[in-house]
């Protein structure tokens, strides 16, 4: 069924990043699990939800998703170069779907269990990636272009 969403036309286009929900296992360990499985609910689950319908402007964010590699692949790839390897490629690829002409959408036919260390250090290193990466996010030619 989830391959099945690359068929099928949504408003005249295809998908071409598919989103699935995460699930993160590692809440019952201690409050900090218990907080940090929380923030990803919201934040991935709830949010990629709301972005995708009705709003329709979800861009990619996180790594259960699947990808059509014949549109990527043959419009320049997904790779974006940063500062810090790897920070915030997630969105960016998403962005450059959609300025090529993609859509990006969100389902839940399936949830991919997620574990995750849950100490404060892993707390902190994860808001930290994600302002680095809104701050990476400004600096972008991506988010101009968007815009116009």
């Given at each position: ?5 690359f068929l099928k ?140």
């Amino acid at each position: 069924m989830v391959l099945e969403e690359f068929l099928k036309p949504h408003r005249q286009r295809r998908p071409t990043i598919l989103g699935l929900r995460e699930h993160i296992f590692t809440g019952s360990v201690s409050l900090l699990a218990w907080f940090m499985s929380n923030q990803e609910t919201n934040f991935v689950t709830i949010g990629q939800r709301i972005l995708a319908n009705p709003l329709r402007v979800r861009f990619h964010y996180g790594h259960p998703d699947i990808f059509d590699r014949i549109f990527n692949v043959t419009r320049g790839g997904v790779s974006k170069a940063s500062k810090t390897i790897n920070l915030s490629e997630d969105i960016f690829s998403g962005y450059n779907s959609t300025l090529r002409g993609g859509f990006v959408t969100h389902h839940e036919y399936i949830q991919v269990g997620k574990g995750h260390d849950v100490g404060m250090n892993q707390i902190s290193q994860f808001e930290a990636k994600v302002a680095n990466g809104n701050g990476e996010q400004t600096l972008s030619r991506d988010v101009y272009r968007l815009g116009r």
